[in-house]
Every structure is written in C-alpha cells, then in structure tokens.
C-alpha cells in the first residue's frame, strides 16, 4: 500500500468516525454492564471509577457478594479516597451455603443501593457482583429496574456479574461480555492478593 493510498483510507475513515460523535449531543450518565465468564468485569469497573475519580467526580461502591477477605481494590480506594464503600456480602453462595442469610445480605445491600441512586452528589455507582443476586433469585428485577430509571440523569451505574437478566440487558446503554479463553486457576495456579482480589 503506498503512503498516498494509506492517507485516503485514513481520510475516508477519520470522517465516518468524525460524523459519529458529531452526532452523539446527548449528556447523560449511562447504565454499564460488564458481564460474562472471564476474569476482569470488577477490576474493569474499578478502572472506570478510577478514572470517574481523576476527573474530580464522585463515587460510591457497594460489593453484593464479595465480604469474606480484604481485596486490594478496597484497600486501594479507602487509602486514598473518601468515597462511600459498601461490603455487604458474607462471601460466594458455595462458600456460605445459607441461602437465608444470603438473601438477608442481598435486601440490606439493595436498601443501601436505593439510597445511593436517590443520592444527587454520587456521579458514579459500582455495583460489584450485584448480577448474582438476580441469578440466585435473592431479589427480583423490576425494583431494580425501576430505581435505575428513576436516579439522577448524571448518575452513571456500573453492574458487575456473569449472567444478567435479560431485562437488564435491554435497558443497559453498555454491555460487554468478558470471555474466558483461559484461567490459570485450571492450571492449577491459586488465586493471588493484587491478581484475584
């Protein structure tokens, strides 16, 4: 390909991409998705509030099932921010095997939830694993949905989890599907402080 011919098809392409955000003009916070079997969803999401963070915004974090050990990400955040951080799980439902304590854990963490997409001074919200409290049956969808719809215009919400309801994944602005080509847990490498959480 000669360099004028590689200047064309930049050309051609940087006003196909240029008309695009002409014409995105809508300002408002948008419902993420991060879903699927691979590893990533919350260090994604954590990544997105960090950046939310840099740009002077506010943010809070409320983890449905996470509970049992201290994650890094935690850590992180408290260390160096002042944002409101909520564990309310007491660890997976393999782990726990009390489904009434877990669905106990999952309505206390949906009160605190509900709170926070009222809350007009949180430009962010991270709801870590929340995908399993559907998946489990320990809430229903339509509160959820409902709340989503009713928060403040600016409000961006990050869901974090593997599988997510269908209706969900119609009102979602963003959806990305983490696959798992691989794990080094099958590998029979164990789950490492800084790695996995």
């Known amino acids: ?29 948008i419902v993420i998705l991060l879903r699927g079997n691979g590893k990533g969803k919350s260090s994604s999401a954590f ?18 099932v996470k509970g049992r050990i201290a994650t890094g990400e935690h850590k992180f955040f408290q260390a160096f921010t002042n944002i409101p951080w909520h564990i309310m799980g007491h660890g997976f439902t393999w782990e726990t ?13 949906w009160e605190v939830t509900q709170e926070l997409l009222q809350d007009d001074s949180i430009d962010m919200l991270v709801l870590d694993e929340m995908a399993y409290i559907f998946k489990y049956k320990y809430l229903p969808i339509e509160p959820v949905l409902a709340a989503l719809k009713q928060r403040p215009k600016h ?43």
Do not use: C, W
Request: cysteine-free; hydrophobic content about 40%; charged content about 30%.
């Open 155 to 197: 409000q961006t919400v990050i869901i974090t989890g593997r599988v997510m309801p269908d209706a969900l994944v119609e009102y979602a602005d963003t959806v990305s599907t983490v696959k798992d080509d691989g794990h080094a847990f099958r590998l029979g490498v164990k789950a490492q402080a800084g790695i996995e959480y």
């Open 97 to 109: 095997q009390d489904k009434e304590r877990d669905i106990a854990a999952a309505e206390k963490a």
């Open 1 to 29: 390909m000669t360099t004028k011919t590689h200047e064309q098809r930049m050309a051609a392409k940087k006003a196909v991409i240029d008309a695009r955000i002409a014409k995105a003009t809508e300002e408002r916070g």
């Open 47 to 64: 990544g997105t509030l960090m950046r939310n963070l840099g740009h002077g915004k506010t943010g809070a974090v409320v983890q449905f």
